[in-house]
C-alpha cells in the first residue's frame, strides 16, 4: 500500500500527481519484494481471493483495481474481499481503526474538451482510498476467520466443465502444447491426464488455470472481442495480450474457485513484467481493462 505524496512547495506549481505513474510504481515494487499481485499459488479459502467488491454497493471492482487490491491483501493478509472508502465505510456506521492507511484505487471522470470544434468527453484518471473490513474497528478476528466451506472439488470442477461448454470453444488435444491459434480459431493443450498433482493445486485445477489462458487469449479474436495480439514476441502489443491472459485467467480462476500451480520460473517471470512496468506507465491499465472485459464476455455466455 502507498501514501500518496504532497507535491513539494519548491517544485513549480505545474507539477501534477501522475496516477498511472503511481499505480505501476505500486505494482512493481511488489513484484521486486517477490510477490505477484494477481497470483495465488497456494491453497486457500480465504474470502480475500474471491474478486474484491464494493462493501456499500455490493458490486466487483474491476480491472487494475483488482490487481491493486490483491496485492495490498497479499502483503496485509486481509480475510475479506470487501473494500470502501472511508465516506462509505461512515455511512454504514463503521469506523476506520487508528492508524490503518487506505490502498488506491482508480476510476474514472469524463471531462468535456473542444476538438475540431466539437465538444467531446474524455475519461480522465482519478484516485481514490479504500479500506479493507478487516480494517474496521468493529472488525473481531476469530481462528478460523480464513476459513470458508469450501465446495467439493468434484462440484468445482463441474462447474467449470460447464462453464468451459458454455463458451463452445473448440479444443484439441496434442501430447506438450498450449496454445491459441487465431487462424484457426482452436485451443491445443496437452492431454488432461498428463497434468499432476502439485502442494495445494490438484491436477485437474492445473490443467483448467491453463486452459483459462488459452481461453482469454481466444476472446480476442476479430468475431469476439478482437484485440491487438501483437506480430511477434517482444512488441508491445504481444506483451499486453500475454499479460492480458494472464490477468484475465486469475480473474477467472477466482471466479471458479481453481488454484493455480505455483510457477517453476518465478524470478524470470517477475523479472520479464518488471521490464515491460518500466517502460510503459499505461502497461498494465491497458492489459487489466483487456482482461475484465474478455471474463465479462465469457460470463455473459453463461446467461444464454
Known amino acids: 500500500m502507498e501514501t500518496v505524496t ?4 519548491k517544485q513549480p506549481e505545474t507539477t501534477r500527481f501522475d ?8 505494482i512493481i515494487k511488489q513484484l521486486e519484494e517477490g510477490t ?15 474478486i474484491p467488491q464494493n462493501a456499500l454497493k455490493g458490486v466487483p471492482y474491476r480491472g487494475v483495481n483488482i490487481v ?8 496485509k493478509d486481509y480475510a475479506s474481499n470487501e473494500w470502501a472508502t472511508l465516506k462509505d465505510w461512515n455511512k454504514m456506521g463503521e469506523r476506520i481503526r487508528k492508524g490503518e492507511s487506505g490502498t488506491t484505487i482508480v476510476f ?11 465538444i467531446v468527453k474524455i475519461p480522465c484518471p482519478k484516485y481514490s482510498k479504500v479500506f479493507n473490513r478487516a480494517q474496521l474497528d468493529s472488525y473481531q478476528p476469530t481462528p478460523d476467520t480464513q476459513l470458508l466451506p469450501e465446495k467439493p472439488l468434484f462440484d468445482r470442477l463441474a462447474h467449470v466443465e460447464a462453464f468451459v461448454d458454455n463458451t463452445k470453444a473448440i479444443i484439441e488435444y496434442c501430447p506438450n502444447e498450449a ?48 484485440r491487438e495480439f501483437g506480430k511477434k514476441f517482444g512488441d508491445k502489443a504481444y506483451a499486453v495480450e500475454e ?42 491499465f491497458s492489459a487489466a481493462s483487456a482482461a475484465s472485459k474478455a471474463v465479462d464476455y465469457y460470463q455473459s455466455l453463461q446467461n444464454k
Open 6 to 9: 504532497t507535491p513539494s512547495q
Open 243 to 284: 499479460l492480458t491472459a494472464e490477468l484475465g485467467a486469475a480473474f477467472l480462476c477466482a471466479e471458479l474457485e481453481i488454484t493455480t500451480p505455483a510457477r517453476k520460473d518465478h524470478a524470470a517471470y517477475i523479472a520479464n513484467w518488471l521490464t515491460a512496468l518500466r517502460n510503459d506507465k499505461r502497461f498494465v
Open 179 to 226: 496454445s491459441y491459434n487465431r487462424l484457426t480459431d482452436k485451443i491445443k493443450m496437452p492431454y488432461p491426464q498428463t497434468f499432476i498433482d502439485q502442494e495445494h493445486c490438484s491436477a485437474q485445477e492445473g490443467y483448467y488455470s491453463t486452459l483459462m489462458h488459452e481461453m482469454v487469449h481466444r476472446s480476442g479474436h476479430p468475431s469476439r472481442l478482437n
Open 19 to 26: 496516477i498511472h505513474q503511481h499505480v505501476t510504481d505500486i
Open 68 to 75: 491493486l487490491l490483491w496485492g495490498a491483501t497479499l502483503q
Open 108 to 118: 474514472y471522470k469524463d471531462i468535456e474538451k473542444e476538438v475540431d470544434g466539437e
Open 36 to 50: 505477484i499481485p494477481w497470483q495465488r499459488p497456494w491453497k486457500s479459502t480465504a474470502a480475500s481471493f474471491k
